[in-house]
């Protein structure tokens, strides 16, 4: 009887380890806003990313990533170092990083989850929800949101008439067990 029980905890405690991806393997985070009427693309470069999808308990999943704002990248330098060092853009001398973290995480579908997430930037925190899409190929699970965000909930770019309000971000990231 204690063999079995031994080996169903065994298999149990497998189970539940098997079901979790945690281990980050790579991340990118871009965004586009209008500038002067033309779409202006950007990435950070930089970021340390700690994801944890509990396929049994999704609701224990967690997301938390932390952006080197000096790791902006727009492919002009002029401009990127306008945004990093300009007090009305992200003062990255003040504020060197932005923080996302999940609050709550629901599984809408079998492969969709829907996330409440705090964004901290420039010390001013919101709250605001997306769809993360999972998809397992080859012992990968990737994962990818697109959301829309106004930068002037952030103080960004202040009373700017040729920068949008609008900034739609993407993050991608693929995980292993």
């Known amino acids: 009887m204690q063999k079995i029980l031994l080996i169903l905890i065994t298999v149990f405690h497998f189970a539940y380890v098997s079901a979790q991806w ?4 790579s991340t ?32 224990n ?15 002009i330098k002029l401009r990127d170092t306008h945004l990093k060092e300009k007090e009305d853009f992200f003062n990255t001398e003040k504020f060197p990083s932005l923080t ?3 609050v709550s995480v629901t599984q809408k579908k079998p492969d969709v989850y829907t ?10 925190t919101r709250r605001f929800s997306s769809e993360v899409v999972t998809k397992i190929v080859d012992n990968t699970l990737l994962l ?6 106004n930068r002037n909930d952030w103080n960004i770019g202040g009373n700017s008439f ?9 993050i991608k990231s693929t995980l292993s067990k």
């Open 22 to 25: 945690k281990n980050v393997k």
């Open 100 to 102: 996302m973290k999940s």
């Open 162 to 170: 040729t920068m949008g309000d609008q900034v739609t971000v993407k």
């Open 144 to 149: 990818s949101t697109e959301f829309v965000i």
């Open 28 to 59: 990118t985070i871009s965004f586009k806003i209008k500038n002067a009427g033309i779409k202006v693309d950007g990435s950070f470069k930089k970021a340390t990313i700690s994801i944890v999808v509990d396929d049994t308990k999704p609701e």
């Open 61 to 75: 999943s967690t997301f938390m990533g932390v952006v080197d704002a000096n790791s902006i990248s727009t492919g």
């Open 115 to 124: 996330i409440v997430w705090d964004l901290t930037v420039k010390g001013s």
